[in-house]
């Protein structure tokens, strides 16, 4: 069984005048996560990486392809 693994990663400006970027950002996330499940992927994990003026989200995707 080969498993397929891929990784979704955003970045996110934490600054008080990006809040605009920051959901446009937050949005296409979520967007992109949608359609990865839409095609049989799964959120296996997210980590958040929090810097001082930026948050990184990395999303684990898994499928597996003989499962279809």
């Known amino acids: 069984m080969r498993q397929q693994i891929e990784t979704v990663r ?3 400006a ?3 005048d990006a809040a ?8 296409d996330r979520d967007n992109q996560l949608r359609v990865a499940t839409d095609m049989g992927w799964a959120l296996a994990h997210t980590a958040v990486l929090d810097g001082t ?3 990184t989200f990395v ?3 898994t499928r597996d392809p003989l499962a279809e």
């Open 20 to 27: 605009e970027a920051r959901t446009a950002a937050l949005k």
């Open 10 to 12: 955003t970045v996110v």
């Open 14 to 16: 934490k600054r008080d």
């Open 59 to 61: 999303d684990t995707l």
């Open 53 to 55: 003026d930026y948050a």
